[in-house]
Every structure is written in C-alpha cells, then in structure tokens.
C-alpha cells in the first residue's frame, strides 16, 4: 500500500506547480488519476510498457483490454499511427479537444503493452484543461481508462477515484465533478466504413455530418455472447453496481405499477430497493430508496448523474435495483447502452400482463 495524495486543481486557474509534480511521476513510470470532461481517467505514460502495465493492475483490468492515449495537439498524433485518414483530420478538426476517441493504424512507438496486443491505437484529445496541461508536462501521450476498478460504474468525481484506487495510486487530481459523466464516443477508422464501436456524447448524426456513412457495431447492442462487440472493453459486464438491476419498459403509468409490485414483492422478502425515477415521476413510487436521475427533457443530466446514483446504491447497500428507460433522442443509444450493461441486460416488460 502507498500514500494516495488527493491534490485540488481549479480548472480556470491552475497550479502548474501540482501539474509539474504529477508530470514527473508520469515521466518516471508512476500512476496520476486525472479529470476529463467524459470521467476520470487513470493516466501513465503510453510509450512505456512498464508504464502501462501498472494500469492493468491497479483496476484489475483483464490485460487484453486496450487503453486510449490521450494527447494534447493534433500534430502528436503522427507518432503514435502509421496513417492519417482524411475522417480523422474532419473529425478532430470538428469535436477536438473533446469525447471523441479514434482508432488508428499503430506506430512502433506504441507499446503492445499500450493496445493490448492490438495493432490499431486509440486516441483522444480530451475537452479538460487540466487534462490537457498533464498530459503536456507528462510527455504528450498519455494511457488513460476509466479510474475505476475494473467491473465498477466510472468515476464522475475524485472521490469515487479514491474510493477504488485509494492505496494504489501516489496522486489524484480532484478537478470536481466532471461534465459529461460518461465515456466517450468510440469510432474505428481502419475498417472501410467508420464504425462507431462504443455510443457515446458524439452521437452518430453529428459523426456522419462531418464524415458521411458511419455504422455502429451490431455487438454493442447485443446480449453477452451472441456477437463479439468489436472494443474488447465492450464485452465485459462494465459499469455495474453492486446490487441485482432490472430496466423496466413501457408506458409510464405501467412502469410506475410494475416497479411499485415488485418494490412490494422484494421487500417483503427482506431486500432493500432502489428505485431510478425521474423528476416527473418519482413521486409516483410509494415505497424504496427513491433517486431522481434527472429531467426527461435532459438528456445531458440523465448521462451526468447516472454513474453517481449507481454507486450510492452500492453505498447505501441495496440488493435490488429497478430503473425506468430513457428516451435520449438527441445522443441515441448512449444512455441506454450504459444502462443495459449495469443490469446485465436484465429487461422486465411493464405492459405484459401477469
Ligand atoms: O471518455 C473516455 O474515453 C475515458 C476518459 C478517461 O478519457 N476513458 C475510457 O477508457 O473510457 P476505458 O479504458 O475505460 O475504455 C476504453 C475502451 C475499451 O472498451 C477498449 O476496449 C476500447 O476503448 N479500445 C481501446 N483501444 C482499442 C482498439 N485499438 N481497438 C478497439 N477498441 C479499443
Ligand atoms: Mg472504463
């Protein structure tokens, strides 16, 4: 076990001075946990494979998941990719610095270490400035996945970050809550057409404006085993609480029933339940751990409070969550992906009856 400093750095007026120190232990090899606009990420330097390595063991992270590098100018990016397409000059001249990450051709300056014995490279340039000051005094290319211990919701505070990596990393920089609140957009430029390999912020309109025909992998969609999402990360049982989920479907009126008869059935049986309502409807809960995740109307405050409700359940140590669906027509599947994945795909239909 090490010493975790915890250090505060204000976005708008940052001390360069807690920068430098967090530069130097990236440069030496060491662990700093960052914050990004998406979540916070669990930064060391890409280009050295010991470097790497250590990531992999602080969250508990299967090593055959690849790691996105984060880089702080466009011009980095010829380093770390044999080729250039034009979609990826279009799109980082479109939605750089912020939650867009590309995949690539890899250079031999990439460690397999890095990709997780993958020849293609994911690379970001993250909306944040104090992820992109870190990521300049830490060398200009920084491996950095969700701060998160593998298999937990992401990080959207410092406090989360130090709730899993407390003794395992030498410094966290709590920058608050971060914007966005969940990862960002995947898309792989190696295929012939762009195909989106994890929805996210940058919805697939906003990526065909910019480049034409985009895809999105079937296997994102899918139920565990029936077709391998193409991001090794995807096919793990990510973002999870603690506690059993269930999404509930149908219509509003349903749903609140349907939730409400199950709360009933699971407490009687002993069990603690949690419940994700909405503004406009959590008042129709009668009884359980109620949470608002936020409005309908905003899609952007329901993907910033997801991951934060998903661990005060695990806090509060509830045995069963039942959540509602979201439309979120603005970033398509984003939310719902996040929300299938922490309940494992576990959907109760509310309009059937019985
Ligand atoms: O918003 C974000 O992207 C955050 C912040 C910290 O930047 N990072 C993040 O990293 O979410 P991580 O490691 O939790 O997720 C990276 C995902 C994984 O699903 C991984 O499999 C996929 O990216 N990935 C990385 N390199 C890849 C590659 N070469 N080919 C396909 N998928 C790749
Ligand atoms: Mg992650």
Redesign the pocket.
């Given at each position: 076990m090490q010493t975790t400093v915890v250090r505060k750095i204000d976005e708008s007026n940052i001390d360069l001075q807690v920068i430098r120190q967090a530069g130097r232990i990236l440069q030496s090899g060491g662990l700093v946990a960052f914050p990004?606009?998406?979540?916070?990420?669990?930064g060391a330097d890409a280009l050295q494979a010991q470097a790497a390595a250590k990531i992999y063991q602080a969250k508990g992270?299967p090593s055959d998941?690849?790691?996105?590098i984060?880089i702080c100018c466009f011009e980095d990016i010829k380093k770390i990719v044999t080729h250039i397409p034009q979609a990826a000059v279009r799109l980082a001249d479109a939605f750089w610095p912020g939650?867009l990450?590309m995949?690539l051709p890899?250079s031999e300056a990439v460690p397999y270490e890095t990709?997780?014995g993958?020849d293609?490279?994911?690379v970001?340039m993250?909306a944040n400035r104090t992820?992109l000051a870190l990521i300049r005094e830490g060398g200009g290319y920084i491996a950095?996945?969700?701060?998160?211990t593998s298999g937990r919701p992401?990080p959207t505070l410092a406090e989360h970050v130090y709730e899993d990596l407390k003794g395992k990393v030498p410094l966290i920089l709590d920058g608050g809550a971060v914007g966005?609140g969940?990862?960002?957009t995947?898309i792989?430029l190696t295929e012939e057409a762009p195909l989106i390999?994890?929805p996210?912020y940058i919805s697939l309109d906003m990526l065909s404006g910019v480049i034409g025909e985009v895809h999105t992998d079937p296997g994102i969609a899918a139920d565990r085993q029936n077709c391998r999402p193409?991001?090794?990360?995807?096919k793990?049982r990510?973002y999870a609480p603690k506690a059993a989920m269930f999404l509930v479907e149908g219509t509003r009126e349903r749903v609140a029933a349907k939730i409400n008869d199950l709360t009933r059935t699971a407490m009687r049986k002993g069990k603690k339940v949690g419940i994700i309502g909405t503004e406009e409807t959590a008042g129709d809960y009668e009884q359980g751990y109620v949470v608002s995740i936020g409005s309908r109307q905003e899609e952007e405050e329901i993907a910033h409070n997801l991951y934060r409700i998903l661990r005060e359940f695990d806090e509060s140590d509830v045995d069963i969550i039942y959540s509602e669906c979201f439309e979120t027509p603005r970033m398509g599947q984003a939310i719902s992906n996040r929300m299938l994945k922490a309940a494992g795909h576990q959907v109760i239909e509310a309009d059937e009856s019985g």
């Open positions: 990004t606009e998406t979540v916070y990420g669990l992270r998941n690849p790691l996105i984060h939650p990450t995949i890899k990709t997780g993958m293609t490279v994911a970001r993250p992820a950095a996945p969700s701060a998160n992401s966005i969940i990862e960002s995947i792989d390999l994890r996210g193409k991001a090794p990360g995807m793990y990510h």
